[in-house]
């Protein structure tokens, strides 16, 4: 029987507990008290990682001296292990140590990635004068000693990014209680105040951080993200008495889950085997009658965990044509941090007579788009799509989704038609041998495709993370968020795979499509060619969201 609204507040919350294990009150946890520290903590991290990662490859290609394709791969490779890490922290998460303490740990290996980082910058400062100077020479190489620090300490940040993104996430959401109407709403804002506030931390590095690591040096641009990640540290350790945490289960919920896909193909294995010995006895009707009574003894004999198991595993086994399908969306996805940057370095960047605009904090771009979309979105698409459809969210989660995609389809098409237009303008002013020259078209023609992509992410981003966090068991949603940020991993190796293939093909065949002289390279056939993919994989999103069965009552149709 549901409490009174009056006793409510004061009614201590089964299932949940505080960070030290002891029962706690709604009226003194969770909602957005609690929310709030831990968005906080994640604008900080998204300003330390996207610090390291939109500048990567200008880091990689100018103190490293790496090859322009190199680069590419290597980042795409990164952000894939990042990104693919989560699976292992929200394992360690929802099965021993719980997110909260799981948050705890990772952000002090972030913070120690960060300083070995920083420490690589302070090595290659000697060398990078050099590089300033002869960006394409070979015969400044880096220290052995500076290359071991940067692989240790870049992956020791990636370590800890699988951690910390999808158990913060998960925590954050953990704090509304989903069966309470009000708390229900305010959850699916907050997803939405989520995405803003990483847009927020992101337009901070773009803007920032960017200039400083351009103009003033790599070891203040790298140390600035290792003070931050310490001081979110502290943030979350301050509202740790106000936090919901919930109490693991006695069984792992992955255990659970690989033992349901296991009773299931037993159970199938087993059906058949008997439906098959019965045919072939010519005792059809005994087989009606042998299946009730085997339903009946196997609920007595406690099969019913068994059946609760199978249907855990079938909800786990649903979501695998939507994330799949989504792969196409996470390749194009990537490329605003690796080509979509060196585009950016061979255009135009003045303003005025003195000022240059970085090619990388053209992407604050992208999170100043989804800032200003996302408050509209909440706070007026919402509720008017509420009045028509009855849901919470106003539409569904993969509808959400589907838009993202579309508009990935939409970016890649009008970004190969600005590479065709730059190409050209460079081969119109004799500029196609001459790499390091400036093309005298202005870097603003690339704010159509970032824009587009703000807009995408909007849609999408926001949708898969709630649409994950949503349908898998209520014992998994840190995997729920891992296997969001899976999708965006393996497009990241992907992504790096096509580019590696690619070059290596059209390398036989003449000048690279990912060549060092952009001039010439053809990064625009790139371009039509996930748009392409794209194109086909929202044909066949469309087809299994409309078979797909939500799993909560509300969300019947796409």
Known sequence: MEKSPLLRPSSTMVGVVDYRGQPIFRSSSGGWNSAFFIIGVGIAESMAYHG????????????????????????NNWCGVSMFLPILGAFVADSFLGRYRTIVLASVLYALG??????????????SEDLKLTLNSTSCSPPVLQVVLFFLSIYLVAFAEGGHKPCLQAFGADQFDETDNQERIARSSFFNWWYFGMNGGMIASFIALSYIQ???????????????????????????????CYALEDTSPFVRIVKGMADMAMSKQSSADRFASEVESGDLEQHCSCQSDLATKLVNGGKLLSDERIDEAKGMLRLFPIWATCLTYA???????TLFNKQGVTMYRHIGPSFQISSAALQSIISIVIVAFIPVYDRVLVPMARNFSGLSTGITHLQRIGIGLFFSVISMVVAALVEMKRIQTAIEHGLIDEPNATVPMSILWLLPQYILFGIMDAFGMVGLQEFFYDQVPDALRSLGLALYLSIFGIGSFI???????????????????????????HLDYFYWLLAGLGAIALVLFVCFAQSYVYKKKEYRSV
Do not use: H
């Open 495 to 521: 992504s790096g795979f096509l580019v590696s293939v690619i070059d290596e093909i059209t390398k036989r065949e003449g000048e690279s499509w990912f060549s060092d002289n952009l001039n010439r390279a």
């Open 114 to 127: 960060l300083g070995l980082l920083t420490l690589t910058a302070v090595l290659s400062r000697p060398c």
């Open 331 to 337: 390749i194009t996805f990537s490329q605003s941090s």
């Open 214 to 244: 351009d103009n003033i040096g790599w070891s203040f641009g790298f140390g600035i993200p290792c003070a931050v990640m310490g001081i979110a540290l502290l943030v979350f350790l301050l509202g740790s008495k106000t936090y919901r």
């Open 52 to 75: 390291i990662s939109f500048n990567l490859i200008t880091y990689l290609t100018g103190p490293l001296n790496f090859p322009t394709a190199v680069a590419a791969v290597f980042v």
